[in-house]
């Protein structure tokens, strides 16, 4: 039975990779609208013909990538719970320790280090495709190095994370769900207020703004936002990229508005001042907060939905899963999966709340600098540094874009420009 399920298993995702192939290598092909070709909008108009085939390319095997490789975290947890090598790491750890966060924690190396080494071959990959095409220029012994920091961090908070999840389901079957979504609320928040001065700078060196004449500008603009004017920082990123990005982060005293050195190097004050603009715009209209919320709602109904859905699943296909009950550890592959699978199938909503964002950031930048033409040329550039996919099909930008596609982005404000 064990191996009719995982021929299965295996023969699906298959099916479904070629499917995933087919479709973005030789049928989808969403070109540009007629009506805005020739337009500042159009990508012919600032990239050259190189930079358009590798842009194709790229978008191409970038999105291949991203639609199949949860699908394949899915099936690795599967393999291993039918297999039975879930319910060993179990029994290895039970009979290594007696407290049960040692034996969570053994428990969760085994299977945090199996799943590391399967998934290694794709992430070096991607990590290999994104130094060909030139976004990438990060040397391979410091791409190591973030993902041993990657693993160690998150198997830390996981051993915490999973402890108390799994005493929670044993000592309260029907309400665990209820009591660790209480539990993710304080977490939740204490993450967002030490990301930028605990865990981010393992990975990047943070400094004040450097350019003391553009900070001067940013000052200014900040002051005419009302916007706390400390808040404002540079991240060595040009070791590791060409592209270029900002972003604001943090909550209390603890946010910050960061801008990569790649983006200082590469784009004028007014194209800069816009990117500032936007993310100021981020922080008056509250967006952090709102995201921590709407996280925090979802992650109330998928956790209750884990609860309906995971005993159920237990009690039909329990002895095929090698799982006797929802509070035995070896259980956990299956709550990924479920979680997993909820997760990636209400990125839709979560990411049309993230556009819709991005929208008012960009109508605020706009009112606060009034210069569309450095927020069309800044566009422009962030397209051309990433080799970016200014519009994508439909199904691509549902699932992967968090923000606009620059079509849309650089049209509205062409179309505002035309109307003044």
Known sequence: MTKKWGLVAVIGFGLY????????????????????????ADPSTFLTTQELLLSEELSKTRNFLFFITTPLEWLLY?????????????????????????????????????????????????????????????????WMRENIIDFWLDFGMSVIIIAVLYWLIRKSPKKWWLYAWALTVPFSIFLMFIQPVVIDPIYNDFSPLTDKELETKILSLAEEA??????????????????????????????????????????THDEILFIMAHEMGHYLLKDIYINIAVYLLMTLIGLWLIAKIMPRIIHRYGSILKIK??????????????????????????NAISRYQENRADEFAIELVENPEAAISSFQQLTKAGLSEVNPPALVKWFRYTHPPMLERINNIAEEIDED
């Open 17 to 40: 990779v070629v499917a995933m192939y087919l479709y973005f290598f030789l049928g989808q092909n969403s070109g540009i609208p007629a009506a805005l070709q020739g337009t500042a």
């Open 78 to 142: 599967f393999v291993i719970l039918i297999t039975g090598i879930s319910r060993l790491f179990e029994k290895w750890s039970a009979e290594q320790f007696s407290w049960s966060i040692f034996r969570t924690a053994m428990y969760l190396f085994f299977l945090s280090l199996l799943l590391f080494i399967l998934q290694f071959p794709l992430d070096y990959y991607r990590y290999t495709l994104s130094k060909s095409y030139g976004i990438s220029t990060q040397i391979f012994s410091s």
């Open 226 to 267: 009302d916007i706390p004017s400390d808040h404002v920082f540079e991240v060595n990123m040009s070791e590791k990229t060409n592209a270029l990005n900002a972003y604001v982060t943090g909550i209390g005293d603890n946010s910050r508005i960061v801008l990569w050195d790649t983006t200082l190097n590469r784009l």
């Open 325 to 350: 009950e929802m509070g035995n550890l070896n259980s956990l592959p299956l709550f990924l999966i479920i979680s997993s699978f909820l997760l990636f199938f209400s990125s839709p909503l979560s």
